[in-house]
């Protein structure tokens, strides 16, 4: 089965700096997708930028951009220019590409609150 | 374009009572997995519909039990409950991809808190 685990529970940041949350998964796929989501306390999981491991290019959606890390089985979210606005709870996520029994659920990890100082 | 939509928004249960709580799917999707958030953790996946039938089922007792209507609209059931049971609950819907063997991105509701007292 599938694991993904964030081993930073809390983080902060300046507005306008930069921070790096951590996520690790293990698998034994060689196909599959990850994603960062984002869920604020409104409570609504929004979905902030994804990546397909057979791409070796990072995803770049504006201000956040990903390391991954094939090998390492590492997925690392860098939020650039950091705004009040992405305070929240991040959570990192892996959902299989190949649809065959159990392959479609989103697995999450445990997330990091993100605390953005003004 | 109407997103994901859930209700009620908050429930309050009694232990032993069921409950049921409903979601209705972003427009053009077909699919609906619902997923349980215990406080402090991140969500786990209860089952997924797809045509009105349970595709696949997470780690959850039978007291976990759901249905699909012909508009895709969803329901998630809970039988006996159990203290154990408080959380959000998430509704999130996809699109089967046309052409292809996979689902589009899940795009989550926002939620409905269930405490059971």
């Known amino acids: 089965a599938q694991t993904v685990t964030q081993s930073q529970p809390e983080m902060s940041v300046q507005e306008a700096e930069t921070v790096t949350l951590s996520c690790t998964y293990d698998?034994?796929?060689?196909?599959?997708?990850l994603f960062w989501y984002k869920q604020p306390p409104s409570r609504q999981m929004i979905l902030v930028i994804r990546?397909?491991?057979?791409?070796?290019q990072n995803a770049t959606e504006n201000r956040f951009s990903v390391n991954f890390q094939k090998a390492a089985k590492s997925f690392s979210l860098k939020i650039s220019d950091s705004q009040l606005g992405d305070a929240a709870m991040y959570f990192c996520?892996?959902?299989?590409?190949?649809?065959?029994?159990?392959?479609?659920?989103?697995?999450f990890g445990k997330g990091t609150k993100l605390t953005v100082n003004p | 374009d109407a997103g994901v939509t859930q209700s009620p928004t908050h429930l309050i249960k009694t232990r032993g009572q069921q409950v049921t709580l409903r979601c209705s799917p972003k427009?053009?999707?077909?699919?609906v997995s619902w997923y349980q958030q215990a406080l402090g953790q991140g969500p786990q996946f209860i089952f997924q519909?797809?045509?009105?039938?349970?595709?696949q089922r997470g780690n959850f007792p039978d007291r976990f039990s759901g249905h699909q209507f012909p508009n895709y609209s969803s329901e998630l059931n809970v039988n006996a409950l159990l203290l154990g049971d408080s959380a959000l609950y998430l509704c999130?819907?996809?699109?089967?991809?046309?052409?292809?063997?996979?689902?589009?991105?899940?795009?989550f509701g926002p939620g409905t808190r269930l405490t059971v007292t």
């Open positions: 990546q397909e491991a057979y791409k070796q």
């Open positions: 996520a892996y959902r299989s590409s190949t649809p065959k029994g159990g392959s479609e659920k989103l697995v």
């Open positions: 698998t034994s796929e060689s196909d599959y997708y």
């Open positions: 519909y797809y045509e009105e039938e349970e595709r």
């Open positions: 427009s053009g999707h077909d699919t």
């Open positions: 999130a819907s996809s699109l089967w991809l046309s052409g292809t063997h996979i689902r589009g991105e899940q795009y």
